[in-house]
């Protein structure tokens, strides 16, 4: 074969690999919308599309060596799998019907779908993975001539076809799917595969006459090779052997790493659709790496078998080395981010690019110089270029299913990210080993017996110090944000990330399936919840708003609601808001990763442990599958999915879906969808909306903080104001509500900022999402980091209405029109007021005075209204804190006393008042400051050791050192356990004052308490 002809081959074949690359992006895609988005759906789809890989390679491997013609051959393949694509649609719609109706009729997505799930998952797939796979072993006859280059061209084939699926991941994921969407992308895709069949037949025509058979047509004319037994003495057929199926090993391997680093680097960099993408390339692009340096440096003079073992021993001691690394990405992640950006802003599409690299690119190089050793191995077993390269496919990736099924449903939910990595490195390297002692012993036979023990102690050994390593430490992996890295940055703008961690407790951790899940603690009194690194809901008071108000608003503005469904459990405050309602009489909750009914138990004080409610039934699935696959509707549905620029999310916010859960709702349902103001552009913003309002004729927006709720019916609203006052005075509904300062009907109302008209006048012309666009998939990680939320929330707020639209009537209830119009119109004012006065990040005394003035003539105007006090004390808590910084002591305590005052459940208030007045010996009073100590302890809702802290502080001052010795005994147990370094050395050195009975002070600025 002349150069020319070759680097045709070699082009095509590349082609060959972006296509196939775009294609399983794509069609898993497209799967998942059928069988569900869910980590076991998508890799029941992913192991489909290699098993027809594995299936057409050891096929087409056993029949090429008759093939007279194999580049047309080839050309036919890549035909037939544009063929097939073209046909998809077709096949994806009774696909659908048949998966639908079988779980309908078994009554949802268990049990026997399970099984048939992967079943109906390989017929779609199996044809063009089929044909797929074939490509190898079909190129590698025709080019293979001579049994000489048979390593080189396999290598470089392998090599080209990897760097192909890099292009292909890059252009599938940053161009084709953004510009395109799927059904073009992948007619694009159908165009290249049938112009590279093409000019692959019109090549082959062009090369003339075909090969003869070689003999009685069992092949092609190649040069003489020698048989078997005299490529190899007989005493290394062993080792050929072990190299052969040891990429089985390599496989098993290399896919079970890959899903458990992608993990642990996703919970670093966010789970975008930039980053996977990143992720997946830079894995490509070392085993493409490795593969081409195996081709132009092959090392003949060492024995293939003796090169199988060392590369895996290379690979299982890289992969251990790197996976020591992932705890510390985060830390990485924040360096290269103020080095790169200034900080958390954009894709961070630089910083997940080297991190990946970081971890993938050394091992995955001896990854790709592992498969064309073993391919070399097989063929100086049986002589047959073609079948040797079928089996290798067929096995490789026999063992990447295998990979990657276990990593995700065995390893990672049984020993975690961590054992699982030791465990697949171990392993690899101890089957490396196992080859270079039977090498050892094809050379010496009287070791034969010493080689075997020997290896076996040996196995046992590596697997056994795998599990026995010291564990990872987990902080930096589960508590900083990878959307908020900034929580790590001191005011000067250094790394402070062991700072931040002293103020940190991990609560609950826990690898899932699909979701790394954490429930952390601060040491300023509240609760997160972070899934996949994100900070995704707290305990904190604007975060509770928009949680309850998800639960309670769809119930309240349901005329007689009965049945609910949840999507998302989250703190599960939100199953808690629907579950409070007594008419509800069946609640279903669906939740997509079980690792995190762990974590909400952390947060009973505030979801009544509404998971353990008689009346809630658990749906394991993701939201959009378990409405595909029911017949049942519902009156209440309401959805707190992930932001839209997690992967996969953002198929919970197109028309289709929305399409989808209207079916499900009775005549007079109501859907209520969470809609986030920050990290979004205006144009996101009006492309939900413009989604959302197509499906749902009626359509009104709510605005809770930093995030929006959209209510749609298919029925107009129509609210009793006498009703739903009744309503509000259920007992958990009243007591949730007030927590976030909503306490009767017209505060409930005042939420409400958009009404249809204005809704569609935002959303007028605005981009439709669907699932064939990606539009937000694509669109919204561009603004992942960036400040946007203050943007917004002036944006919504300029349309801010009155709520006499959903209004039936306001008489009684109002004695007429006009008075009920003045007093609409207050609400509207001072809600306007607290909702930006909330979202401004004042960081200046200066500035946060001018927000307090306004906040305190709202409150006055509106006395009766408690969200504006609530926000007031928010406020008046911060000022005091900068005030005390900047010792203006005075000013500080009335900061404080405004702020108890303006809510009386400030905890932040009454610690702080308790802290000065018991420290600062200008103003001591220790009779008020153990009154607000003790205040501040009573409020916190759980066992917090700065506020008994502050308690013990308080004791001292009063002379009382029994009880101040018993207080900071507690604070220091609760501060030592939660990991609270810092304040534990501060406890302990007060302890030692009161043990002496000597009192604590201090200038207050010093240590201002709470946050």
């Known amino acids: ?416 990210l961590e054992r699982g990595m030791l465990m697949a490195s171990a392993i690899t390297l101890a089957y490396g080993l196992l080859v270079l002692w039977v090498m050892v012993e094809s050379v010496r036979p009287e070791l034969r017996g010493r080689a075997a023990l020997a290896t076996l102690v040996l196995f046992a050994a590596i697997v056994s110090a795998a599990l026995l390593i010291p564990r990872w430490s987990t902080r930096t992996l589960a508590a900083l944000p990878n959307n908020d890295q900034q929580v790590a940055v001191d005011s000067d703008g250094n790394v402070d990330l062991e700072g931040f961690l002293d103020r940190t407790q991990i609560l609950y951790y826990r690898e899932g399936r699909g979701s790394t899940v954490v429930a952390i603690g601060s040491e300023f009194g509240f609760r997160s919840l972070h899934v996949n690194g994100k900070a995704v809901a707290s305990d904190g008071a604007t975060a509770l708003q928009i949680q309850y108000l998800l639960g309670h608003l769809p119930v309240l503005l349901h005329p007689e609601p009965r049945s609910a469904v949840v999507v998302g459990l989250g703190t599960g405050v939100t199953l808690a808001g629907v579950a409070a309602h007594s008419e509800i009489e069946d609640l279903t909750l669906v939740e997509i990763e079980p690792a995190v009914l762990g974590a909400a138990a952390h947060f009973v004080h505030v979801n009544d442990d509404a998971m353990h409610d008689p009346r809630v039934t658990i749906v394991y699935h993701d939201g959009r599958n378990f409405f595909h696959t029911t017949d049942q509707k519902f009156d209440v549905i309401t959805a707190d999915p992930i932001h839209p620029w997690a992967q996969g999310a953002s198929y919970l916010y197109t028309i289709d879906y929305f399409r989808l859960v209207a079916e499900h709702l009775t005549e007079v349902g109501v859907m209520c969808q969470w809609l986030p103001l920050y990290e979004l552009s205006e144009e996101h913003l009006q492309s939900v909306a413009a989604s959302f309002s197509a499906v749902f004729e009626h359509t009104s927006l709510w605005q809770a903080g930093g995030d929006a709720l959209l209510i749609g019916s298919r029925v107009p609203l129509e609210l009793n104001l006498e009703t739903l006052s009744q309503r509000l005075k259920e007992e958990r509904v009243a007591e949730h509500l007030s927590r976030i300062g909503i306490d009767g009907v017209l505060p409930l109302l005042a939420e409400l900022t958009m009404d249809e008209a204005a809704i569609r006048r935002f959303a007028d012309g605005a981009i439709i999402n669907t699932d064939d666009n990606l539009y937000l998939e694509f669109a919204s990680p561009l603004t992942y980091g960036r400040s946007t939320v203050q943007h917004n929330m002036r944006l919504i707020d300029s349309h801010r209405g009155s709520p006499r639209g959903l209004l039936d009537g306001v008489v009684p209830f109002f004695s007429s029109e006009a008075q009920a119009d003045s007093v609409f119109e207050r609400y509207r004012q001072v809600k306007s007021v607290t909702v930006l006065a909330d979202t401004q990040r004042s960081e200046s005394i200066e500035s946060l005075t001018k927000v307090v003035q306004q906040l305190r003539r709202a409150v006055k105007r509106l006395p009766e209204y408690h969200r504006p006090a609530q926000v007031l004390g928010g406020k008046l808590g911060r000022l005091g804190r900068l005030q005390l910084a900047e010792g203006r002591l005075g000013m500080a305590v009335s900061s404080f006393l405004e702020a108890a005052r303006a809510d009386p459940n400030s905890t932040v208030a009454a610690n702080n008042l308790a802290w000065i007045l018991a420290t600062s010996p200008a103003i001591a009073n220790p009779s008020q400051a153990i009154a607000h100590a003790e205040r501040a302890v009573q409020l916190a809702p759980y066992p917090d050791p700065s506020t008994l802290d502050t308690l013990a502080v308080a004791y001292a001052a009063g002379s009382d050192f029994d009880r101040a010795v018993s207080h900071a005994r507690e604070a220091l147990e609760l501060a030592t356990a939660a990991g609270y370094r810092s304040l534990a050395r501060d406890i302990r050195k007060r302890l030692a004052l009161y043990e002496q009975g000597l009192p604590y002070r201090e200038d207050p600025a010093v240590h201002p308490v709470g946050g």
């Open 1 to 416: 074969m002349n150069v020319g002809t070759r680097l045709l081959v070699y082009g095509l074949f590349l082609g060959s690999g972006a296509t196939a690359l775009v294609y399983q992006v794509s069609w898993t895609r497209n799967l998942s919308l059928i069988f569900g988005a869910s980590y076991e759906a998508i890799s029941i789809v992913l192991a489909s599309f290699m098993a027809g890989q594995a299936m057409g390679a050891l096929y087409f491997g056993r029949r090429a060596k008759g093939v007279a013609r194999p580049l047309r051959v080839y050309g036919w393949l890549e035909i037939g799998v544009a063929a097939f694509a073209l046909i998809l649609p077709l096949l994806l719609r009774l696909v659908n019907e048949a998966y639908v109706s079988a779980a309908i009729s078994l009554g949802g997505t268990h049990g026997v779908i399970d099984a048939v799930r992967p079943l109906m998952a390989f017929l779609v797939l199996v044809l063009p993975t089929f044909l797929m796979g074939a490509t190898l072993p079909i190129l590698i006859e025709f080019s293979v001539q001579r049994d000489a280059e048979f390593g080189s061209r396999l290598s470089a084939l392998y090599a080209i076809n990897t760097a192909g699926a890099v292009i292909g991941t890059l252009a599938a994921g940053f161009l084709l799917l953004p510009e395109l969407g799927v059904s073009r992308t992948q007619l694009l895709a159908v165009a290249g595969n049938t112009l590279i069949g093409v000019v692959a037949i019109l090549a082959d025509r062009l090369a003339g006459p075909a090969r003869a058979p070689a003999n009685a047509g069992a092949g092609p004319v190649v040069a003489a090779s020698p048989a078997p037994d005299q490529r190899e003495p007989a005493a290394d057929d062993w080792g050929l052997r072990l190299a052969f199926w040891g990429t089985a090993v390599s496989g098993t391997g290399a896919l079970a790493l890959e899903v458990m680093w992608s993990r642990g680097i996703a919970v670093a960099m966010g789970s975008t659709i930039y980053s996977f993408t990143i992720m997946l390339a830079a894995f490509l692009v070392g085993i493409a790496l490795g593969s081409g340096l195996h081709a132009l440096f092959p090392l003949r003079r060492i024995h293939v078998s003796v090169q199988f073992g060392a590369v895996l021993i290379l690979i299982g001691l890289t992969s251990l080395a790197v996976s020591q690394l992932i705890p510390r990405l985060p830390l990485y992640s924040l360096e290269l981010n103020l080095w790169f950006y200034g900080g958390s802003v954009g894709i961070r599409g630089v910083t997940t690019l080297l991190l990946s690299f970081l971890i993938m690119l050394v091992p995955c190089t001896f990854m790709g110089v592992a498969f064309p050793l073993a391919g070399e191995a097989r063929d100086r077993l049986m002589g047959s270029h073609s079948q040797s390269v079928g089996e290798l496919v067929g096995l490789n990736t026999s063992g990447a299913i295998l990979g990657s099924l276990l990593a995700g449903f065995v390893i990672v939910p049984l020993v975690g």
